[in-house]
């Protein structure tokens, strides 16, 4: 997603954006999507998040969207990437 939208450009360039992604790559364990659920959240888009999140038992989800990040009911930490980088800056 941050190298496949324009939109995205506003705030992070295309290079920053391809390291970020390789730099998560070499951090992250990536997998499928998972099969979808019931709604879980106030905004229904975010739903398989959750549930590729509880399918996988994640330590923590990244994300800048306000309803993940202020959803009362989750299981795993959701932390902005801001937070994440941090994280790896620490390492």
């Known amino acids: 997603m941050l190298t496949e939208r324009p939109r995205v450009r506003k705030w ?17 364990d990536v997998q499928p999507d998972s099969a ?7 905004d229904p888009d975010n ?7 509880r399918a996988h038992d994640v330590d923590f989800v990244v994300s800048g969207d306000a309803d993940l990040l202020e959803w009362d009911e989750r299981d795993s930490p959701v932390i902005p990437p801001a937070e994440f980088e941090a994280g790896l800056n620490s390492i």
Do not use: F, M, N, Q
Request: hydrophobic share 55%; no cysteine.
């Open 47 to 53: 739903d398989y998040v959750i549930h590729l999140a």
């Open 36 to 42: 979808a659920g019931p709604a879980l959240t106030r």
């Open 12 to 28: 992070i360039s295309l290079d920053a954006a391809e390291l970020h992604v390789r730099t998560l790559a070499t951090v992250a």
